[in-house]
């Protein structure tokens, strides 16, 4: 630890004035913000990932981070903030929690996790943003919708041409009868009027 004092001359007289009896640095560290923040956003998810600088190795590992997320649009004091599950210097954000063809900016935050006893820090300052949007939920969307209403389509059509086959075939069927009797008969009686000519 150390003894911080401020010394001084006030009214002509020296002063000194102990501001920390001890002082650990441990205890006060702010890092440097996130650096090199960077997107990706598809149909299903975005996922931001980032870099530290300045930040010993023995640090690293015990990171906690915080991401703040908003419609380009609107205000930071609207954002929504998530916090990572793990000193990973990336998240998931799922495509749920975001409007479609809506532009939307990122920053990330740092510090040493809550749960560290042998440092302790503030919040760094922000990093710079990243714009992001959901990729590709509109056109995906009529493209689902379109084959959904092809197979619907479909079953009926298919089902009504098959069925005025049927009944086609049925027609032709009771109508061929009919047709052959009439050559029958024609058949029949120029037999007749043959061997009644025999005859005589």
Not at 62 to 81: R, T
Not at 173 to 198: E, R, Y
């Amino acid at each position: 630890g150390y003894r911080v004092s401020l010394q001084g001359n006030f009214f002509g007289h020296n002063h000194t004035y102990v501001t920390f009896p001890e002082y650990n640095p441990r205890e006060y560290i702010k890092l440097d913000p996130p650096l090199n923040v960077q997107s990706n956003a598809t149909s299903n998810k975005c996922q931001i990932w980032w870099s530290v600088w300045n930040v010993p190795w023995y640090l690293v590992e015990i990171l906690q981070y915080e991401l703040q997320y908003k419609e380009y649009s609107m205000s930071w004091e609207i954002a929504v903030n998530k916090t990572p599950l793990s000193p990973l210097p990336q998240i998931e954000i799922e495509a749920t929690e975001l409007r479609s063809g809506i532009a939307y900016v990122a920053r990330v935050r740092c510090k040493i996790a809550e749960n560290e006893n042998s440092y302790h820090s503030q919040w760094s300052e922000w990093s710079q943003t990243t714009v992001f949007q959901r990729a590709g939920v509109t056109k995906l969307s009529e493209k689902i919708l379109n084959t959904r209403t092809m197979q619907f389509l479909f079953i009926p059509l298919s089902f009504g041409t098959l069925l005025y086959l049927f009944w086609n075939c049925k027609l032709s069927q009771k109508a061929s009868p009919a047709l052959t009797f009439p050559l029958q008969l024609l058949s029949f009686s120029h037999s007749t009027v043959c061997t009644m000519g025999i005859s005589r």
